[in-house]
């Protein structure tokens, strides 16, 4: 396990410090699979230092109690993260894990492994570029461990690796210190990376004046160009893949989040905000939102974009936030970003609360509505939030410590 995954691990503990909730069988709200059931949840239960993922699936988001009792869904050992491509769900393996697992849903209805293929090492982000194909980045963990980026592609139907390049060089991403990539995504035959300069030995993060998208083709992998612009600071967060993301437009969004809470060691002199890159192109336009004006100078810590210019987005209150915040990750109230307006609305109806650190943003958008689930003192709930109103409604309990992921399976 490299210092990276070290850190991680002594980082997640502190975040995961809850006392387990009782399980609580609910017929037909998670307590007991039920057949083509659409909502699934991986469950992070916590216990005497160690998690187990349970993978669940509910047919209600708004009442009763989604568990892992009576051996409901599926367990999986080791730290997991996940991403859907298509209708499968892939557990990622992390801190020192390199595989990964297909979730589809069988000609029975229930949720069922399919694929367990084998990276060289941990996969650094994994995105999807159509219905059919997810791409995956490798990056050694410092200089003396490697020069070349690997690049996987992945089927989904058959979850199995179709293409592996291994001869990418890391160059230009680690001119100023070893890249952090913080975000990935699809456009018009590129892929965009982002990622901000940091140390592998300190964890430092000296460059924050600056936002760098680093641009391959696809599906060659070849280097294109590296893009930088110092409207706001470094794109994405430590470990959350939230640097990038696509519109209906196939434009792309870079957000600067630069949080002291959210894994930077210092504050830099850009504000952060988004950035735009229109579909396909290798250069930012003008657009530029700067968030901090907006919002009397908070930032961003987690995002999810809902469509139609939207965001909703977990948004940190500790201003101004100090070396003492470094990792923390709390006191975030819910918002909604109009992008296009360039507006930031308080989320009516959600606590103040935590987040889950370094790790994606486990929210669901269906049905017009945002679900997003929220831990406090009185354990984990779904709120159910409506964008075009910003108000939102406490909906089912949660019997776990946190959510690693929440997706739809039709």
């Known amino acids: 396990m490299n210092n990276m995954n070290k850190l ?9 410090a809850v006392s387990l909730v009782s399980c609580e069988d609910k017929e037909g709200s998670g307590g007991k699979e039920i057949a083509n059931a659409p909502y699934v949840l991986s469950l992070g239960i916590t216990s005497n230092g160690n998690t187990a993922y349970y993978v669940v699936t509910t047919d209600d988001l708004m009442k009763g109690t989604i568990s892992a009792a009576n051996n409901n869904g599926l367990e999986q050992n080791g730290y997991r993260d996940y991403e859907q491509g298509g209708q499968t769900i892939y557990s990622i393996g992390g801190l020192g894990v390199t595989n990964v697992i297909g979730i589809v849903r069988g000609p029975d209805g229930f949720l069922h492994e399919k694929g367990d293929f084998v990276f060289n090492n941990t996969l650094n982000a994994f995105t999807s570029v159509d219905g059919n ?28 690796i179709t293409k592996t390049v291994n001869t990418t060089p890391v160059f230009p991403m680690d001119q100023n210190e ?4 913080s975000g990935m995504c699809y456009s018009d035959g590129n892929i965009y990376v982002t990622y901000f300069p940091m140390s592998p030995v300190t964890y430092e993060t000296a460059y924050m004046d600056t936002a760098f998208v680093a641009v391959y083709s696809y599906p060659e992998m070849t280097f294109k160009t590296l893009m930088k612009d110092r409207r706001i600071g470094p794109a994405g967060s430590w470990n959350a893949f939230n640097g990038i993301f696509k519109v209906e437009s196939g434009d792309m969004y870079v957000m600067g989040n630069s949080a002291i809470a959210n894994g930077f060691s210092q504050s830099g002199t ?3 905000g988004f950035i735009r890159i229109p579909k396909g192109e290798t250069m930012f336009d003008g657009y530029h939102f700067d968030f901090e004006a907006a919002t009397n100078g908070l930032k961003p810590a987690h995002i999810k974009y809902v469509g139609n210019g939207i965001v909703f987005a977990e948004v940190s209150t500790v201003n101004p936030q100090t070396a003492a915040d470094r990792w923390l990750d709390r006191d975030l109230k819910c918002c909604i970003i109009d992008l296009n307006n360039k507006t930031v609305t308080d989320v009516e109806g959600i606590p103040v609360h935590n987040g889950n650190g370094g790790r994606r943003f486990s929210v669901l958008v269906d049905g017009g509505y945002v679900y997003c689930p929220v831990t406090t003192s009185e354990g984990t709930y779904i709120y159910r939030v409506d964008p075009s109103t910003a108000k939102a409604e406490r909906g089912a309990k949660i019997a ?3 959510v690693a992921g929440f997706f739809r399976l039709n």
């Not at 991680?8 to 995961?16: K, N, P, R």
């Open 133 to 160: 194909q997810m791409v995956g980045i490798e990056v050694p963990g410092n200089k003396q461990s490697g020069d070349k980026l690997t690049f996987y592609t992945v089927d989904n139907n058959s979850v199995a």
């Open 8 to 16: 991680f691990s002594i980082i997640m503990a502190g975040y995961l």
């Open 400 to 402: 776990t410590t946190f």
């Open 270 to 272: 850009t504000h952060a």
């Open 178 to 181: 070893w890249p952090s990539i």
